[in-house]
Nanobody
């Protein structure tokens, strides 16, 4: 059994910053990639940022230059540094782990609210 524990969400004013963390624990297998998705009310869940085991990253166009994804392989932890936050960044943010040879895992979600 694998657990993904997310932290770091909250309420912040427009232009502010937050840092999300997601730690994987339990039966850890080889990780292909770790990612952050987000889902706003009434909308689909979309990819925000992804980082592979080799360190390659990709970002949604809407967050490029403002968000940075990083990971600590030794701790099986992924981070999302979010700067210059905008009201449209308001959503529930979900951690995702792409395992080698097994189904993806998802975190429980953490709310990020950006006030104008």
């Amino acid at each position: 059994q694998v657990q993904l524990v997310e932290s770091g969400g909250g309420l912040v004013q427009s232009g502010g910053s937050l840092r999300l963390s997601c730690a994987a624990s339990g039966s850890i297998f080889t990780i292909n990639a770790m990612a952050w998705y987000r889902q706003a009310p009434g909308k689909q869940r979309d990819l925000v940022a992804r980082i592979t085991s080799g360190g390659s990253t990709n970002y949604a166009d809407s967050v490029k230059g403002r968000f940075t994804i990083s990971r600590d392989n030794a701790k099986n932890t992924v981070y999302l540094q979010m700067n210059s936050l905008k009201p449209e960044d308001t959503a529930v943010y979900y951690c995702n782990v792409d395992w080698a040879g097994r189904r993806d895992s998802w975190g429980q979600g953490t709310q990020v609210t950006v006030s104008s």
